[in-house]
């Protein structure tokens, strides 16, 4: 069915509402047991999973809060993660055809475009965008301006999620990913053999030992104190841990834990600004000691 639905709307020009219509005509149910609609069918030619890619983190769930959709600039996307049921350059092609078909609207005729949904509904969303049939598509808005969030900030609307943390991991993953790229270069001028995984950033030195890299961010409680909460990433089974904590504001690093995984007993570490012989044992101003464990030194300057 999946394949159909391609072969229509690539090959034999058909929009997803004609779509949707030959689907329900035949019986043909969605995932959910529902008829098809504009949007469903949108939904199916505007997935990456049909051509083979798995994408994490498009949506996010706080406790107590609704799940939300993230923006496509804060997606993990992994390739070839399995057999694709359509190919690439036909998944390229819809989406070039749904880009190309509203190509002729100005960034101002699609923000007044948006206003009229949010007037006649009161609200917006990615759904609310694709099943109507006079709007551009909500692909459009995510390619044009950035993300549907930032869509909705020119036009004045605020919805009723706080997304501000989007904002604050997309700048921690940045971050995260320059100290790991700091890190391999430290180490490949101390000599050190370095095996980056695309999939998990894991490190393995020397084909010796493995690390990785985790950020704490510095949260500070009600009556003013400084706490740091260390997540570990036991699935991955790194041998050292380096948990690098964050000054206030979360700008810079303040110190390193290297943390064995021998020693790494829980998922989560809570730390103080300071936390004892136990765990401040592991704990230095900067990366000199493990560039001493990676580094490599001649026979004769070790005799």
């Known amino acids: 069915m999946v394949q159909e639905i391609y072969s229509r709307f690539t090959k ?27 949007a469903t069918v949108h939904q199916v030619l505007t997935n990456p999973k049909y051509a083979g890619t798995n994408v994490y983190n498009r949506r996010s769930f706080k406790l107590k809060r609704k799940r939300i959709n993230n923006p496509p600039e804060i997606w993990v996307r992994r390739e070839d993660a399995f057999t694709p049921i359509v190919t690439q350059e036909q998944f390229g092609e819809a ?4 880009e190309s ?12 475009c948006l206003k009229s949904i949010l007037a006649r509904f009161g609200t917006l969303s990615g759904i609310l965008i694709d099943e109507a049939e006079d709007m551009p598509s909500s692909s459009l808005y995510r390619h044009r301006f950035g993300s549907l969030i930032l869509a909705y900030k020119l036009i004045g609307y605020s919805p009723a999620c706080d997304y501000s943390f989007l904002e604050t991991n997309r700048r921690l993953r940045e ?22 995984s695309p999939a998990s950033d894991l490190l393995t030195i020397n084909d ?6 985790v950020l704490a961010r510095c949260r500070e409680t009600p009556a003013g104190n400084h706490r740091w909460l260390v997540r570990l990433d036991n699935s991955l089974d790194p041998d050292v841990t380096i948990a690098a904590r964050l000054k206030p504001g979360n700008q810079e690093i303040l110190d390193y834990y ?3 995984g021998m020693d790494t007993l829980v ?24 560039m001493s464990m990676a580094r490599r030194v001649a026979i004769e300057e070790a005799a």
Not at 208 to 213: G, Q, Y
Not at 275 to 290: Q, S
């Open 12 to 38: 034999n020009g058909q929009p997803e509402r004609e779509i949707a219509s030959w689907l329900n005509e035949k019986g043909i149910l969605t995932d959910q047991g529902r008829p098809w609609t504009h």
């Open 95 to 98: 989406l070039a055809i749904i």
């Open 101 to 112: 078909r509203h190509r002729h609207f100005t960034d101002e005729q699609l923000l007044e």
């Open 175 to 196: 971050f995260h990913r320059q100290q790991c790229v700091s890190i391999v270069s430290e180490l490949h001028r101390n000599g050190a053999r370095v095996q980056k």
């Open 208 to 213: 010796e030992f493995s690390a990785s890299l």
């Open 258 to 260: 290297l943390l064995p």
């Open 267 to 290: 998922h989560r570490l809570r730390l103080a600004p300071e936390n004892g012989i136990v765990l401040d044992v592991y704990r230095f101003e900067n990366l000199n000691f493990l």
